[in-house]
Each structure stands twice: as structure tokens, then as C-alpha cells.
């Protein structure tokens, strides 16, 4: 049990190890030139010779990032709940969720520009505007599956309708919640760095853009790592607080 255990641990590293050592030697059978593809060692020196520089524009991003993210929660769980308990507000703003999701964010830079000038604000809102639909989808759809059954049962107990979507409903709902934060921190990061380069003169997503314009293909992979790596790391945290506040919807599932 404890090689098994072992083994599942360490199953994350062996595969992320298998990748770029299967990557470094295509590029090397194949003598892929470094301005078209660079090897992962010749990225991670490179990221090394420009850690000061890739440390500044990595924790613009994250800030970007995770402030976007941050409104897209609370957008996202007020707008759910309301989505998720009233079936008139579902069939109002369904069609306007889909319809504005389906809108490429990249369009909407430009236009978050003129409005607030090249910077942060529109890295925080792109990141705001790709992140919060999961989250809206998913805590919508936790609340909507509370059975007809139990929600007749609670109100024959004197329970009001606040009472059973705070006490009931929310609980039910965290599953899906948690889930919808793994999805939307990454979603965020790529909005951060997709206003990043459009309309920015900070951020890893600059910092690519203007290593692509000298052809400097390793900085620019040791920007797509490090970016990589922060969303890993988010999204891990998200996975270990989801295990530790929802151990009673994990007993059974043997990925937990």
C-alpha cells in the first residue's frame, strides 16, 4: 500500500521528467534549430541568465492574475446562486452567459484598452472576463441539483427558502465550486497573458512578446514554463483545500 502510494506520488514528476527528456532529444535527433524550437535545458539556462527580470514580470502576472480571478469568484458565486435558485433568472440570463462566453476575450482587449489605458486594469478584467463563466456553470449547477424530494421535506420543517440554500444548497454545491476554481485559475492566467501581450509593457506575456521579436525562442519557452508553473501551483492549492472541505463528496473516488 505505501509503494503504491509512493508510486502515485511520484507519478507527476516521472511523467513531467519523460516529457522534457523526450522533448530534448527530438529537438537534438532532429537538430531543430533553437529559433524555431529550443531544448528545455537551453530554456531553463536561459531562464536562469534572466531570473531577475522573469521573477518581476512573473509576480505582475500572478498579481494580474489572481485579482481577476479573486472578482471572478465573487462575481461568480453571487451570479450562480441566483442563476442556480430561480429558474426565471436561469431562462433570462442563460442565453446572455453563453452568448458572452462564446465572444473571444482577445477581441475585447482593445477595446478595455481605450477604456482604461494600457496596463494592469486590463490584464485584471481579461482575466476576469475568461475566468468567471465556469464558475457561474458550476455553482449553478450544484444548487440545481438539490431534489424536489428534500426541498419539500425541508419547508415541511419549517425551513425557508434562505435557510435551505445557505444550509443545504451551498454545502451540496462545493463540489462543483471547487471544481470550477481549478478550471478558472488557469483560464485566468491565460487572459492575464493574453492582454499581456496586447496591451502591456509588464507581464511574462510582454516579456514573450518581446523576446519573440529578437528571435529569442528559449526566453520565450522559459516564459511559457514559468507561466506553466504557476498555474500548476495554483491549481494544486485549489486541489488540496477542495480534499481537505470536501472529504465527505471524496470517500469513494480513488483519485483522492
Do not use: C
Amino acid at each position: 500500500m505505501r509503494k503504491k502510494l509512493n508510486l502515485r506520488k511520484a507519478t507527476p514528476w516521472l511523467s513531467a521528467i519523460g516529457l522534457f527528456v523526450l522533448w530534448e532529444l527530438i529537438v537534438r535527433i532532429f537538430n531543430i534549430p533553437p529559433y524555431v524550437l529550443p531544448t528545455p535545458s537551453e530554456s531553463i539556462i536561459v531562464g536562469w541568465q534572466f531570473h531577475e527580470a522573469i521573477w518581476m514580470h512573473a509576480y505582475h502576472t500572478l498579481y494580474t492574475t489572481l485579482a481577476g480571478f479573486a472578482i471572478a469568484v465573487v462575481f461568480g458565486v453571487v451570479l450562480g446562486a441566483l442563476v442556480g435558485s430561480s429558474r426565471a433568472i436561469y431562462d433570462a440570463a442563460n442565453p446572455l452567459l453563453v452568448g458572452f462566453n462564446s465572444v473571444p476575450k482577445v477581441a475585447l482587449v482593445p477595446v478595455l484598452v481605450m477604456w482604461f489605458g494600457i496596463g494592469t486594469v486590463p490584464a485584471i478584467i481579461t482575466a476576469f472576463l475568461i475566468s468567471f463563466f465556469p464558475i457561474v456553470v458550476n455553482v449553478a449547477t450544484g444548487l440545481a441539483t438539490l431534489e424536489p424530494e428534500l426541498r419539500d421535506v425541508l419547508r415541511s420543517l419549517g425551513a425557508t427558502r434562505r435557510d435551505i440554500l445557505i444550509k443545504v444548497g451551498f454545502p451540496r454545491a462545493m463540489p462543483y465550486f471547487f471544481a470550477s476554481l481549478k478550471v478558472a485559475i488557469t483560464l485566468a492566467f491565460v487572459g492575464s497573458v493574453i492582454s499581456e501581450t496586447v496591451a502591456s509593457n509588464v507581464g511574462v506575456g510582454y516579456l514573450m512578446l518581446s523576446a519573440s521579436s529578437k528571435f529569442n525562442m528559449p526566453l520565450v519557452f522559459a516564459g511559457l514554463l514559468v507561466i506553466a508553473v504557476m498555474g500548476i501551483a495554483m491549481y494544486e492549492i485549489f486541489n488540496v483545500i477542495e480534499r481537505r472541505s470536501t472529504k465527505w463528496a471524496n470517500r469513494g473516488n480513488p483519485t483522492n
